[in-house]
């Protein structure tokens, strides 16, 4: 019973200390039921956002199944190539240029654990035919070495690995 | 003919009411199914989806099979289809329950069941191993290092404990991630502090411990959120069922034991302190000294700040930050120098890293660039103060502070270059009390984007 007049007396306050500020500006405790026009403005934004954020999470993962439907041919391609069934096999994508569907993938060239041996790295492009795609040369890095940087690669060989050896 | 409509509506509502709790344990224990799968898998051992981890659940090795993409995304996309359907039914009996003329449909999805599946969920995933993050062991490590070798793991990264590897490092080091070893924390003085005692216990030790600290803090956050929910008039059990049974919840959130939980119970702290009961100036000021708590923790629940004092206009939430962030930073400062506050240079840093699953990455590929550059890091934190922006003038004009906050959360979550599963459930447990319905659609839509972007593996396998 008390607390209603207290409360419209809070009220009452808290109009009185924003009365210099424009109506429009004045701090509301609860939002005037209008037309809904800026609810409505918000909600097109909203859907507009949605559709751009799953369009691009569509085309992203198509892309994304692209890549893996090369990887997985570069991966046969190495092995195929090399004669080696390995799995530890790494995949560089930036060397030879990004987004240019070029690839770069090392392993080792006998058994052992992954990059503990001397390792050939191949360069591998071009479309894929019967699930491989064409080596276009490469080179070797010692074991042991963790980047595969000019500087450590030797035996560059065929157009893939023209002037990618430093010595 | 109205009548013989209604007589057909009641009658199908009657036949509905017969499947509907049928279908709902059926859901249920789909997702049970699923978590456990993936736990009983990952518990085999090596796998890519399993951080490299000391054997804390090697009692459950050998019922499983070594954990695969395949099957961990079949998994997760039954598991998110089987929320999908249990909400969607929950949603269904709240509206039945609310519609007077039938008076029915509530018992669909019970208290005693939502309780009893969140619990099951929760522990299947706390039994297991670490899921899909090696964060946990960085905050080990962090927390070794100030304890165990004197180090400040605000001025140094986990590479600072290597020592003379493999035979003299730390035995937490090899656990940690590779991308973080050279990093410092980016966590909170509080959090640091919190994860101090956990050290000396070994690392299986600080592990569990980590992981009990991960289910007590979704245990308070979802009890929390029950209150929040009760206290504005929303169905409580559709709102636990939301953020409890949450696959990226279970999954990711707990499954990689990740702090974002403890952040996320002093967020709802803070909400529960200022909607639920009375509100009062002591009140409103706790409040706002846990959202302080909470982004000494984390610091992006800071963003819960400006919108709470908007929309109390009061002088008790701006006393209680000022008088939390006084302490904090004392207790920062104290125990870490003058690198355990700086909050911006760690957000700076942060904020600079890309993930593949970001929608911004996700845009530039749509765009046909290779990634994000400086500019669009420019042009995403323009698009964020600008929604910011809006949002607190949204609030000056009496839109709910709860909303606003979770909008913000959300929108930082998209506009991150940096995005990660469990970013994506800061705004669920304040999008289920908002009074904007909005906010809970597109919260939802977001992690099932993010879950759609992750079944590329599911399409075309690389062996």
Known sequence: MSSVPAESAAVAAEERRWRLLPPRLRPRAEELKGRGELRLLETLVLVLVGVVLATATINDLARQAGINHRLVADLATWRHYTGHDYHNISIDQETLGVDKHREVLCGNTSPGAPKSRTQICLAIWGPVVDGMRTVHGGWYLPAYVENDLPDERYGCFGIGGLRRCSR | ?463
């Open chain 2, 1 to 463: 003919m109205s009548v013989a409509v209604s007589s057909e509506r009641r009658a199908a509502h009657i036949r509905s009411e017969r499947w509907a709790p049928a279908l709902a344990t059926l859901l249920g224990l789909l997702l049970v199914a699923a978590a456990a799968e993936i736990v009983l898998d990952g518990a085999a051992g090596i796998s890519p989806l399993i951080p490299k981890s000391p054997q804390i659940a090697g009692w459950l090795e050998g019922v499983g099979e070594r954990l695969g993409y395949r099957v961990f995304l079949i998994a997760l996309l039954v598991s998110s289809a089987a929320y999908g359907g249990l909400i969607a039914l929950a949603a269904r009996a709240r509206a039945a329950s609310e519609d007077a003329a039938s008076g029915a449909g509530a018992g669909v999805v019970s208290k005693r069941f939502a309780i009893v599946l969140i619990a099951a969920l929760q522990l299947i995933v706390f039994a297991g191993p670490i899921l899909l993050s090696t964060d946990v062991f960085s905050y080990i490590a962090y927390a070794r290092m100030g304890v165990e070798h004197g180090l400040n793991p605000y001025t140094h990264g986990p590479v600072a404990i290597a020592g003379l590897c493999p035979s003299g490092c730390d035995p937490v080091f090899k656990y940690v991630g590779h991308d973080w070893l050279r990093v410092a924390t980016a966590y909170g003085p509080i959090y640091t502090l919190l994860s101090y005692p956990l050290a000396s216990l070994g690392v299986v030790g600080a592990l569990w411990g980590m992981k009990l600290e991960a289910l007590l803090a979704s245990a308070g956050t979802l009890a929390l959120t029950w209150r929040c929910a009760r206290a504005r008039g929303f169905d409580p059990v559709a709102a636990i069922l939301i953020v409890g049974a949450n696959p990226l919840f279970v999954i990711y959130g707990l499954g990689g034991a990740h702090n974002d939980l403890i952040m996320m119970l002093a967020m709802m702290a803070a909400v529960s302190l200022t909607i639920a009961g009375t509100p009062t100036g002591r009140r409103e000021a706790g409040a706002a000294a846990w959202v302080v708590a909470g982004a000494l923790t984390k610091a992006t629940v800071a963003v819960l700040l400006p919108f709470m004092i908007l929309s109390r206009r009061r002088l008790a939430p701006i006393l209680g930050t000022a008088a939390a962030l006084a302490l904090g930073a004392l207790i920062g400062y104290v125990a870490f120098g003058i690198h355990g506050i700086d909050v911006v240079a760690a957000l700076n840093r942060d904020a600079a890293f890309v993930s593949t699953d970001s929608f911004a990455v996700e845009i530039a590929h749509l765009f046909g660039k290779p990634g994000v550059f400086p500019v669009d890091h420019d042009l995403l934190k323009a698009g964020l103060v600008l929604i910011l922006v809006h949002l607190s003038w949204r609030t000056w004009r009496g839109y709910d502070w709860v909303a606003a906050s979770g909008w913000a959360l959300l929108a930082i979550s998209v506009t991150s270059t940096w995005l990660l599963a469990w970013y994506i459930l800061w705004p669920l447990p304040l999008a289920v009390i908002a009074r904007d319905r909005r906010l809970l659609v597109a919260t939802l839509a977001v992690q099932a984007l993010f879950i759609l972007h992750q079944i590329s593996p599911l399409l075309v396998p690389v062996q």
